[in-house]
């Protein structure tokens, strides 16, 4: 059994942190973010109206959930810096080993890259109260029985998000998106893996 656990999807982190700090699609079905980011120097570009910012986010945001239905695991291929740099060109089509940044169409204009990183780690597992230093301390074992029984109805990616108590949502077949509180708790966690797998998700 292998099961990969993103725990920093950048793609998606980076537009939480856009949306939070310009303060734009606030109707987005995006939960409360735990820990919050604070903004830093970021501020909404005048290079466009905050009504089409708002417009360019959402585009962005179901891109980058829309790249999960398209990635495919690969381990023999370990993309260059040429084929990266090709595939993170504006307006380029979803790629399956890449997932599209926002900075590639819009770069860092209005984002404070300090603030930002400080946030992401922020976020990261030791952040958490529980510094993990060996496979055997992550989240993962203590829910085996439940992440067997998901991983025979074909899930074998998850993707940490920083988004406040408890969150789960099947993306695709392969793929759970759940929050870093709902992992860090073994039974909220095989409640969200048991919810994958009773939710029949076809495939």
């Not at 292998?2 to 939480?16: F, G, M, N, Q």
């Not at 089409?52 to 585009?59: C, F, K, L, N, V």
């Not at 989240?139 to 998850?158: Q, V």
Request: glycine content about 6%.
């Amino acid at each position: 059994m292998a099961i990969r656990v993103d725990e920093t999807p950048h793609h998606l982190s980076i537009l939480l942190f856009i949306r939070h700090a310009w303060d734009i699609a606030a109707d987005a079905d995006v939960p409360r973010l735990d820990p919050r980011p604070e903004a830093g120097r970021s501020r909404i570009p005048d290079t466009a109206s905050p009504s089409e910012w708002d417009a360019r986010w959402r585009r962005a945001w179901g891109r980058a959930w829309d790249w999960y239905a398209v990635a495919e695991p690969d381990p023999t291929i370990h993309p260059t810096p040429e084929y990266i740099r090709s595939v993170s060109q504006p307006g380029h089509g979803l790629d399956p080993l890449i997932p599209p940044f926002w900075q590639a169409d819009y770069g860092w204009d209005g984002i404070d890259p300090h603030a930002y990183t400080a946030w992401e780690m922020a976020c990261s597992p030791g952040a958490y109260g529980r510094p993990r230093t060996k496979a055997a301390d992550a989240p993962e074992p203590r829910s085996l029985p439940a992440l067997i029984a998901a991983w025979e109805h074909g899930l074998d990616t998850m993707i940490v998000l920083p988004y406040q108590g408890y969150f789960a949502r099947r993306v695709t077949a392969r793929h759970l998106a759940v929050s870093a509180a709902t992992r860090n708790e073994p039974a909220a966690y095989s409640r969200a893996l048991r919810a994958a797998v009773e939710g029949g998700w076809p495939g």
